[in-house]
């Protein structure tokens, strides 16, 4: 079974905070993804990794930056938090080849004070 | 840009009823439509997929149809259940080699007993 780790379920931040969330995958799969969900909203594309220290924006970038500096864990980073980027965050991850299953993580939901 | 718009945001069914869930994509290069179930709390899993060289495709109590042409999909669900009470998602290949996937806004679907 494929298995999408994030490192946290809760987490809870300040205003002006650096944050980091850490997605790990153990399929030895080459795409990586971050998406946030907003009710109503649905699953937004934050950023998106396809090799090791290769990173592209998605949809919704501003605010954020990732780190994949080993093929297996995908970092999403916010600089600074802000009281708007309170969400869900997930990660999912799939093999090289397109059109393939998504496998998610089980979510941060992160709240910034 | 890229956009799939997913209704209705929710839908009630009796128990032993049908659901039916429509989705619509802008990218005529897409080829691949995902649907993810989202229980409460829990991770997105895939439920069932189609490729643009199939008009439906189906498993067990669910169905998914294409038409390309209209550029739309749809999940059929029959018989339901309340365990079939979750957040359903549907996606859409990004076109080129991205491995991207573009997610509908997501439907709420409630079973009553």
Redesign the interface.
């Known amino acids: 079974d494929v298995k999408v780790t994030q490192s946290s379920r809760y987490l809870v931040k300040r205003t002006g905070e650096k944050v980091f969330l850490e997605c790990v995958q153990d399929m030895d799969h080459e795409n990586m993804f971050w998406y946030r969900q907003d009710p109503g909203l649905g699953l937004r594309l934050i950023y998106f990794s396809y090799d090791v220290k290769m990173k592209e924006k998605g949809d919704i970038p501003e605010g954020y930056s990732v780190s994949r500096e080993k093929k297996e864990r995908f970092s999403l980073i916010l600089e600074s938090a802000s009281t708007n980027q309170t969400s869900m965050y997930l990660c999912a991850s799939t093999p090289p080849r397109g059109n393939t299953e998504a496998f998610f993580g089980q979510g941060t939901r992160l709240t910034v004070v | 840009?890229e956009n799939v718009e997913?209704h209705p945001?929710t839908l009630s069914v009796q128990e032993g009823d049908s659901a039916v869930i429509k989705c619509t994509y802008s990218d005529s290069a897409s080829?691949?439509f995902?649907w993810y179930k989202q229980e409460l709390g829990?991770?997105?899993?895939?439920i069932i997929?189609i490729?643009s060289n199939v008009g439906e495709k189906k498993d067990q109590r669910i169905a998914v149809t294409l038409n390309k042409t209209a550029k739309h999909f749809s999940l059929h669900i029959t018989e339901t259940q309340p365990e079939d009470s979750a957040v359903y998602?549907c996606a859409a290949?990004a076109g080129g080699?991205?491995?991207?996937?573009?997610?509908?806004?997501?439907t709420l679907l409630a079973v009553q007993p």
């Open positions: 840009g997913q945001s080829n691949y995902p829990k991770r997105p899993q895939l997929d490729r998602f290949s080699a991205t491995n991207k996937l573009i997610f509908g806004t997501g």
